[in-house]
């Protein structure tokens, strides 16, 4: 089992629509969780971090369920501009390790007009 | 532009050669890693630095690859005896501590 597991898409919806993203991990010593942007040939950007009580950025909210290890993403209006792929990330700290991004394979996003 | 830089951002070599990419940090940034990402895929950990000390290296960091970073600012990967397996994009990041990762743009690796 992947340890950070994703819907690849597409998903394809009109300009206005709302969309949710899923991503569950399988790690329960993950301590951190982010959501990360990367448009096309292009580097990865923090999207937002993810707290277990939820939180919100604009039109952006996620959240998260640590007892069902289970990440969400919530675009509302979504724009033209909002086309990308989604990556779900999480940050496992271990023994003495410093914990590195453990991504998952993204899930993209097209926005039509 | 005060980012992650990356050089070259494009490399071709033939199956077999040695390659080099170097890695620009953000300037106060203690913490540097190295990603590798191939097509459909998202970015996989190699390997970390904290400053000069290279604390980190995934199992994916076979003894073909070699990472420094000599004064504890910019950073190098190197490949060796390159194989079509190698292609991909390397990614550099830096941090500080353990706060939120900054991408460089990436090196496009093709090995043919």
């Known amino acids: 089992r992947k340890e950070v597991e994703q819907d690849p898409g597409p998903f394809n919806v009109p300009e206005g629509a709302t969309v949710a993203f899923n991503c569950t991990y399988s790690n329960s010593a993950s301590q951190s969780f982010f959501w990360y942007r990367q448009d096309c040939r292009k580097e990865p950007k923090l999207l937002m971090s993810v707290y277990s009580s939820g939180n919100e950025d604009g039109r952006f909210t996620a959240q998260l369920n640590r007892a069902s290890q289970y990440i969400s993403l919530l675009i509302r209006d979504s724009k033209l501009s909002d086309s990308a792929t989604y990556l779900c990330?999480?940050?496992?700290?271990?023994?003495?390790?410093?914990?590195?991004?453990?991504f998952g394979k993204g899930t993209k996003l097209s926005v039509k007009p | 532009d005060t980012g992650v830089s990356q050089n070259p951002r494009h490399k071709i070599t033939k199956r077999g050669q040695n390659v080099t990419f170097r890695c620009d940090p953000i300037s106060e940034h203690n913490r540097l890693y190295w990603y590798r990402q191939t097509l459909g895929q998202g970015p996989e950990f190699l390997t970390y630095f904290q400053n000069e000390a290279q604390l980190e290296k995934s199992r994916l960091l076979s003894d073909r690859f070699s990472a420094e970073r000599p004064k504890g600012s910019f950073s190098t990967l190197e490949i060796q005896r390159t194989e079509q397996g190698d292609s991909a994009m390397y990614l550099c990041a830096s941090s500080v501590d353990s706060a939120e990762q900054y991408f460089g743009p990436g090196t496009r690796l093709t090995v043919t």
């Open positions: 990330v999480v940050n496992i700290r271990y023994g003495g390790s410093q914990g590195n991004l453990i």
